[in-house]
């Protein structure tokens, strides 16, 4: 029980009105196979800047990619 309340508190919710805009938002998933976790980075408004990121990461060779939500 004492897992399942320390994994809710590190979740981050992206609200309807993050940052009172309804701009398209933009998350990078990254799962590295050396620890075997799935992580998000973000969000971002620019989606160039999310781009990069994931690029970075697939240069590395860590899998990753770009979930985006209209707003």
Not at 41 to 58: K, N, T, V
Request: hydrophobic share 35%.
């Amino acid at each position: 029980m004492a897992l399942q309340r320390a994994a809710k508190k590190k979740r981050r919710y992206i609200s309807k009105n993050w940052r009172g805009s309804k701009a398209t938002l933009f998350l990078v998933y990254v799962y590295d196979a050396r620890e075997p976790v799935l992580k998000s980075d973000g969000p971002y408004q620019d989606h160039s800047e999310a781009e990069s990121i994931m690029y970075e990461r697939l240069r590395e060779g860590v899998c990753s990619w770009i979930v985006s939500y209209d707003g």
